[in-house]
């Protein structure tokens, strides 16, 4: 491998490393809105109570972990974030199925 295509293929790495895809912040906002609309739901009580009810509890976990970490190191690593990751994700799909459910019902 020359200079040239090791310098090409770290720059490649550096900017997918800098995308939204990358950066925690996405998903501590990403489960901070699922927290949020679930907990809507949940009052107003759309959908069904057990699916809202998990959506807001497994996005609520990953935000705790999230905020634990913040008095540990305020510049947390994407590592030590996974929980945080997956719970936004998983508690987005809860919620998104819980919203199909309902229309299909």
Do not use: C, H
């Not at 293929?9 to 912040?25: E, H, M, Q």
């Amino acid at each position: 491998m020359s200079q040239e295509d090791l310098q090409r293929d770290l720059a490649l790495f550096a900017t997918l490393a800098a995308s939204p895809v990358y950066r925690v912040w996405s998903y501590v906002l990403l489960g901070l809105g699922v927290f949020l609309v679930a907990s809507f739901r949940l009052v107003r009580r759309w959908g069904t109570l057990r699916g809202n009810l998990l959506a807001a509890t497994v996005s609520l976990s990953g935000l705790a972990n999230a905020a634990s970490l913040f008095f540990i190191a305020t510049a947390a690593d994407f590592r030590y974030m996974i929980w945080s990751i997956f719970s936004a994700i998983i508690a987005m799909v809860i919620l998104l199925a819980d919203l199909r459910n309902k229309r299909n019902a």
